[in-house]
Structures are given as C-alpha cells and as structure tokens.
C-alpha cells in the first residue's frame, strides 16, 4: 500500500496559528504583569527597563493580537483595531517619557524606547508642538480603536468645551439613550383614539363661478406690424375671430357621489398595521391617516434603528393582514416633507374625482394657467391642477382599462371649458377608427378632423414642424422670445397654443418608426417657445414604443397601472406604477417634482363630454369651423408628391416664374422664393423640389446655397420658353 503523503505544515495551517497565538499571548500576559512584579525576576526587569509602565499597553496590544490567531471572531481581526492599539501603546510610550522627563530612571517613565522616541520629537518640533502631536495621534488612535468617526469625535470635543447658558455638557451616550426613550413612551403612551384622520368628511366646495362672455379684446393697429413682416405666411390676423365665446357652463355636468367614510374602520386598520409590524420585530406606531379619494395613507413613526427596508419588503404581508382586495400595499419612504413611512392601502368605500367638481375649483382660478390640465386629487384630497404650458409636454401610458383615455378626456375638457378657439388649436390622431376622440369632431377649436389614418400622420407632424420654424420667424420680427410675449405685444392671441394629441403612440411607432421619432423629438425640443405641445398616449409601455429619445424630451409623465415593475420603469424610470389598483389611479411626474405623486385622475364620462361639445358647437354655424387648409394640403399633398395641385405635368403654378427668377438672380432657396413670389414656406418648398427634379438647381449640400445649373428658360422649358416668357 502507498504511504500517506504527510501534510506539510506552512504559516497558514491551524497548528502554525494556534502556536504562534499562544506565544503571543503569553507575552502579552507577561508584559502587563512587568511593572507590577518587576522585583521578582530578572526577565520583568529588562522588560521595565525597555518599556516602563506602557509595557502594559505593550501587553494589551499584544494580547489582543494573539486573538487574531486564536480566535474566529472577525472583530479581532480587523486591521484597523491592530493599528489603532499599535498606535495607541506608542504614543503612551512617548506620553510618559514626555511626563517624566528623566533618563535616569527608565522605568518610572516610557522606558528606554519611550525615551528614544520622546527626546527625537522634541529634538524635532519642540515640546509644544511635540505634546500637540501626541493628542492628535492619541485621537486617532482612538477612532482606529473604537470604529468610531473622526467627525464624531470632533463633534463630541466641540460640544463639551462649547460655551454656552450653564456650559452645559453633551454625553453621546445619554443624548442617545434620552432618545430611545421618548420614543418608547411615544410607542407606548398613544393610543390609536389618539390618531388624526384627515380629510374624513370631505365636503365638496361650493365656488360660485359666473358665466360671462369673453369680452372682446382691444385689437392693436395692423399698420404698426405689418411693415415687418414681408410675407402673407407670416401675416398675423386681423383680430380674434370669436370675441363674444362663451365659455360651456359645468352645471348639466355630472354630480359627484360621495360615500360617507368610517373612521372607526381606519382605526382598526392602523392597530391591524402596528400588530403586523410587531410580530416581524418591527416596533412602529401610526401618527397619522390622510384619506384620499380611493386611497388611504398611513403615516408610521418608526423606532430608532429600524431600517426602512425592513417595512419595504413586507408590502405583501401587510396586503394580507389587512384583506386588501386589490392585494396591493404601496410603501413611500419617507414621505415627502416628513421622517414618516406611509402605508397605502386602498379605501374600502372610494370617492371617484368627478370633472364637475374639479371644473368649479379651475374656474375659480383660471387666470392663473396659460393651458390648465386637470389631473385630480391627490392622497391628502388636494386638488392638483398644472399647467402644459411649464411641463411642457405630456406622455401618458399604463395597461388597457386602467384610465388613460379618460384622464386624456378630463384634460381636453379641462381646456375646452377655458379656452376659446382664438387661443388654443388641436390636432387630435386616433388610430382607433375615431372611437375615442370622435365626439370632437366639428369643434372650431380642431385645426383638422380627427386623423384616423396612420400614413397621414406623419405628414400632418412634418406640417406642424413647419409651422414652427414659420412662428419662430414671427417672434424674431416682433423681437419676443414666447409665444405669450407675443400675444400680449400684439393685444390679442393672434398666435394660438397648438396641442397635439395621439390616442394610441405605439401604432405610429410601430407603422412608421423612426420618421414619427424623430418629429416628434424636433416638436418636443422646438415647441414650447413656439407654443406647440404633444399629449401622448399609450397601453403598450414598451422600450420600442416609448423610446430614451422620447422619454429624454418629454418630462412630464402619468403612469397608471401596469403589470410588471419593467413596465413602470419604462414609464417614469422607477418601480411604482405595478402596485397601483387602477380606475384612474396614476402616478404623475414631471421636472418639478423630485418623486412621482399619486393621484386619483378625474373621472369624465362619456356624457359630460358630450355635454362640453354640444354647447361648444351650439355657439357656431358650420361655416364658422375654421379648418387650416394648409394643413390639409399638407396631409393629402405632401411636399414632393407627384400629381400635386398645380399646372400641367404636377407642377405648381408660380414654377414658371420661379424659374425665371432662379435664372435671372443666379440663385435659389426657399425662403427667397418665398419673399420674391408672396407664397407659403410649403408650396416654395415644393417649388424648390420642382425645379431640382427639373434640372434647373443641384440638390442641397448641408448648409451651402443650391448651385443654379441652367442659364436660360430654354434649357428646362425647351420650345415653350417662349410661350412662357410672353
């Protein structure tokens, strides 16, 4: 039989440890005991006369050392500790060498290695400067030893030599403990009788709102502006073309039904809270209850020392205590303003937000927002109402039935109930054949009829890019840098906010990809000097849908239920939106706010839309519905289009006497066309793509002028030169 290899043992083997533990224990043990037992060997002797009486921080040191290998607590074997007492035995070596200043007697001091190193400090620095080193090491070897911050050290120094009323003195320790008391008596002492409810009998608002027609506005002299501008494209109007709208009245609306609340019941689920948190070792008391109109929040007080993890990962174990019927228990840490963990449970009996009641609260203040957009209430029952017009665009998304279509309806009425055509346009996209944005259909306050068809999209976006660059040439001429500047310069809105709303975002995503992002990124980066703004909508939360470029341009966010937690993070980059219950429960985020809000969106039926329109159309005739025709030349006629309204052969009108132009001037663009015929940017556009396909100019180099290829209407019109020239 072959012999056992015999184990070779090294610096790592127990055995090795275990010795070398000993042996420095042993001399640990022997150092302390020196200076008391010197007289009695000879051995302890040479040690005092070495060390002195901090041999016996020696001994410390070494004894604790000897755990290092003797030991399997990784506390002694820190690092930190070892350096800290190797520091600390050095510096008591030099302290009491410093004290006793005498080389004649070694052992009444630090020793001859005490000594040493006391007469090379005060050799080197001096005396003073040398006893200030020594504190200074004797600090840091204390932080080393204790684990605890220089900071806190420092801070503890600070507070104890601080003058003040009495030179009162701080002990950490019985700060800490005075604490844990106070917060056991709070634990303890309150009772859940004791514990405010708000918002438990929310009575509804009564804001009496008068309905006044619009006075017409004082129009300001056309002459003291239109001899800047050198085009009909950029012409303003005359003056507002409905100085006498009256707004809708919110009376034949929908009343809001109230369900009374128990709050007995809230009680209960706060004791049901605090016991659950209990049996998990959690001590915690609830201080507060905010109930909100379908959820309620409450606020725990946390013991000190409690990590608020812990309360974040029992969100399914407090679902259950309490018999959600969702199963779903937000947890917000902390919340905001406070060093309270609420607790969102869903309310056993809600109170939906109706439009009626959020209407009466944005008429009583609607001078205040340029484009209102009603949100709803949030958890304390506050009524949340922003402004497009800082956001400045809007992407909403969540899954099928959860309310995105409604929150979008409550947004549109909002803006119906309080702008007249004069001031806000709308370019409505349904990819749904009409179905929800149908109702809006005929309204003076639409640019064109709801768009059904996907291919027409992309040309009605490229319509409005251009309308932007077209209101950026207006601003510049009236030396403005908004829209609202430009408004209250000419005395009326002759310069209309545009909002654009898509029903169903993922459909034009999907259909067009990349032609549809990157308008959409151009109208999301241009728009809001310009007052352009989008209103997005999607139940499809995905990464290809709602892309980073679209989500880097568009800060504002609602986010209703989704299934996954991906999902939520797509939406508003974070976790969240998976625990929501729906019907109208979001999320809403935007540049403002440094973490999403919960709100209960207003709840707008079908009916009181409906409503809101009637009264709209009842004030006009169908003539009276302005549609822009260039926008719907725009979406039937792209720039481009062969078979385009103009001349034989496709060609516009006026391309003849562009050419002559581009002929006899040597050059070509657009905007030049534009000046020198009194046409739109659109049709001289169209010119310019005419003449290129005709030969008459090169195509577009970046930013360098068209090269002009021919010198004679000859060369492009051939024999009908003449007859085009005559």
Sequence with gaps: MPRKKKKTITIQSD????????????????????PFTKTEAVLFEKVCNIFGYAAVAWGLFSFVFSLTFLSKNKSFKSPRLII???LFSTVISTLLSYWADTAEDPA?????????????FENMTGRVFELILIVVFLIISFSLISGTSMTKIVEFIDNTFKKGEGRKRIKLEGLLERKIDEQKKLLDDKSVDDIKIENIEDKEEQVEVKQEPVVPIQQKDPNLFESNLETDETKAPDGPKFPSWTYPSIEPLQDPQKQPQDAAEYKQKAKVIEQTLKSFGIQARVVEISVGPTVA?????LSIGTKVSKVRNLSNDLAVALKSKTSKVRIEAPIPGTNYVGIEVPNPKPNFVYLKEMARSLKADMDEYELPMILGKDITGKVVINDLVDIPHLLIAGATGTGKSVGMNSILAGLLLTKTPDEVRFIMVDPKMGIELAPYDGIPHLLNPVIKDMELVVNALQWVIEEMRKRYRMLQQEHVKKITDYNKKLGYPAMPYI??????????????GADVEDKIKSIAQMGRAAGVHLILATQKPTVNVITGIIKSNIQGRMAFS???????RVIIDQMGAET?????????VDATTPKPVRIQCT??????TEEVVKQIKEQITEEEVNYSEELQDAIENPSGTPGAPGSAGGREPEFVDALKIVVAEQKASASYLQRRLRIGYNKAARIMEELEEAGAIGPQDGSKPRKVLVTSLDQVLGSNSQTAQE
Excluded: Q, W
């Design 15 to 34: 055995e090795t440890k275990v010795l070398i533990g000993l042996i420095l224990l042993v001399i640990g043990i022997g150092l302390i005991l020196a």
């Design 84 to 86: 800290g007492l190797l």
């Design 108 to 120: 009444t001091s630090g020793g001859i290695f005490g000594n040493s190193l006391h007469t090379f």
């Design 297 to 301: 929040r409450f606020a725990l007080s």
């Design 499 to 512: 909002v654009i709303v898509v029903d169903e975002v993922a459909e034009l995503m999907l259909s067009s």
């Design 562 to 568: 989704v299934a996954t937690a991906m999902d939520s």
């Design 580 to 588: 929501l219950i729906g019907k109208g429960d979001m999320l809403y």
């Design 603 to 608: 709840y707008t039926s079908g009916e009181d």
